[in-house]
């Protein structure tokens, strides 16, 4: 099957990076929804919707990635809509309505993503209870369980710690079930993945490292006889240059926000710190890492058209499925992705493909 292409929808205020460095990109529904339709029209395969609801790291605005999803999903054609939800801020029952109905209005191409949650002031502020690490893996998973018996089963009656479901419908079931993604480096996560989710998004990361994470849970899947797939996030600057591309990160990190930049790094590191090894998924992340808040930089998606897409083969070599793509101007790099990168990226896997068969 050949590599899919997603994209970070930028439904919040400040783009895909935290630098003071001016971006041509929108965060208003038309914005999004002008994305949305060039994305698909230019070969990417999912839009990925950002669950926020109070400022963080420069984010002052945002818009509800269900409500946004809603309305992209009637905007669109092609395009799979992946909405991020954060568990203990919806009621599974609830958010399975929800995402069956975005799968009508689309149909058949709703997915989710579950995050389990890093950010506490969200929770605290709302007046929800903030769970230690790994019991918010634990809610997830319960929250995941919830979900796919509302899709499938006529009834469902469920009794976790966490949620009590007695003989609730769910009608219309969706066109297609939702796929399930889920991202978290920590073992609650990785075990989790392997046991319930669809898709295993990773942070940025060397092709070392990433392979190392692709081999634990894809065991842990096989463990449970199942199968799961791999997207990683990955930042892309592609310049006529090498040099121009590598200026521009360079120019991002020099005029990165630097309060906020160590805000997030405190929240991450602390949410990390909290799990029972003692690390989470930006564990080893540097400042620089860390102004793209998904360690974008460090996958390696910066170069010229052709640099980039033998990178994403090297992705391709190692088991991802799913690339996570980044941009610094939506306005006219997305575009730009779609007709350099990924035509190319088309022609390098059939030429591996020919390898492979002979």
Same mark, same amino acid.
């Given at each position: 099957?050949?590599?899919?292409?997603?994209?970070?929808?930028?439904?919040?205020?400040?783009?895909?990076?935290?630098?003071?460095?001016?971006?041509?990109?929108?965060?208003?529904?038309?914005?999004?929804?002008?994305?949305?339709?060039?994305?698909?029209?230019?070969?990417?395969?999912?839009?990925?919707?950002?669950?926020?609801?109070?400022?963080?790291?420069?984010?002052?605005?945002?818009?509800?990635?269900?409500?946004?999803?809603?309305?992209?999903?009637?905007?669109?054609?092609?395009?799979?809509?992946?909405?991020?939800?954060?568990?203990?801020?919806?009621?599974?029952?609830?958010?399975?309505?929800?995402?069956?109905?975005?799968?009508?209005? #689309? =149909? +058949? /191409?709703?997915?989710?993503?579950? %995050?389990? *949650?890093?950010?506490?002031?969200?929770?605290?502020?709302?007046?929800?209870?903030?769970?230690?690490?790994?019991?918010?893996?634990?809610?997830?998973?319960?929250?995941?369980?919830?979900?796919?018996?509302?899709?499938?089963?006529?009834?469902?009656?469920?009794?976790?710690?966490?949620?009590?479901?007695?003989?609730?419908?769910?009608?219309?079931?969706?066109?297609?079930?939702?796929?399930?993604?889920?991202?978290?480096?920590?073992?609650?996560?990785?075990?989790?993945?392997?046991?319930?989710?669809?898709?295993?998004?990773?942070?940025?990361?060397?092709?070392?490292?990433?392979?190392?994470?692709?081999?634990?849970?894809?065991?842990?899947?096989? #463990? =449970? +006889? /199942?199968?799961?797939?791999?997207? %990683?996030? *990955?930042?892309?600057?592609?310049?006529?240059?090498?040099?121009?591309?590598?200026?521009?990160?360079?120019?991002?990190?020099?005029?990165?926000?630097?309060?906020?930049?160590?805000?997030?790094?405190?929240?991450?590191?602390?949410?990390?710190?909290?799990?029972?090894?003692?690390?989470?998924?930006?564990?080893?992340?540097?400042?620089?890492?860390?102004?793209?808040?998904?360690?974008?930089?460090?996958?390696?998606?910066?170069?010229?058209?052709?640099?980039?897409?033998?990178?994403?083969?090297?992705?391709?070599?190692?088991?991802?499925?799913?690339?996570?793509?980044?941009?610094?101007?939506?306005?006219e790099d997305l575009k730009a992705f779609g007709e350099k990168v990924i035509p190319l990226v088309r022609e390098k896997e059939a030429k591996l493909e020919g390898i492979l068969a002979n």
């Amino acid at each position: 099957m050949g590599l899919q292409f997603a994209y970070w929808a930028p439904n919040v205020s400040g783009g895909l990076v935290i630098s003071n460095l001016p971006q041509k990109t929108g965060w208003s529904f038309e914005d999004n929804k002008r994305y949305a339709q060039i994305a698909e029209e230019n070969g990417f395969d999912y839009v990925l919707l950002q669950t926020r609801f109070f400022a963080s790291y420069g984010a002052e605005k945002q818009l509800e990635a269900a409500a946004l999803a809603s309305a992209l999903a009637a905007s669109t054609k092609k395009l799979n809509i992946i909405t991020a939800v954060l568990p203990g801020l919806w009621h599974p029952g609830v958010i399975a309505k929800i995402i069956s109905t975005i799968d009508h209005i #689309s =149909n +058949g /191409r709703a997915s989710i993503n579950i %995050v389990s *949650g890093w950010f506490k002031n969200e929770f605290i502020g709302y007046g929800e209870p903030w769970l230690d690490h790994d019991e918010r893996y634990r809610r997830s998973e319960e929250f995941i369980q919830v979900l796919r018996d509302l899709w499938t089963k006529e009834t469902t009656t469920f009794k976790g710690d966490f949620y009590r479901i007695n003989e609730a419908p769910l009608k219309p079931k969706p066109i297609n079930i939702p796929k399930i993604f889920q991202g978290g480096n920590s073992k609650a996560a990785r075990e989790m993945a392997g046991r319930v989710s669809d898709v295993y998004f990773m942070n940025g990361n060397s092709l070392e490292n990433l392979k190392k994470q692709i081999d634990h849970v894809k065991s842990l899947a096989e #463990s =449970n +006889g /199942r199968n799961i797939q791999f997207g %990683v996030n *990955g930042f892309v600057i592609v310049r006529d240059t090498e040099e121009e591309a590598k200026q521009v990160l360079k120019d991002i990190v020099l005029h990165a926000d630097k309060e906020a930049v160590e805000g997030f790094e405190s929240q991450v590191k602390f949410a990390g710190k909290a799990s029972p090894e003692g690390e989470g998924m930006w564990a080893e992340s540097t400042f620089e890492d860390l102004v793209q808040y998904n360690d974008g930089f460090k996958t390696g998606l910066i170069g010229t058209a052709e640099q980039v897409a033998d990178r994403i083969i090297e992705l391709k070599k190692i088991g991802v499925d799913i690339v996570l793509t980044g941009f610094l101007h939506y306005d006219e790099d997305l575009k730009a992705f779609g007709e350099k990168v990924i035509p190319l990226v088309r022609e390098k896997e059939a030429k591996l493909e020919g390898i492979l068969a002979n």
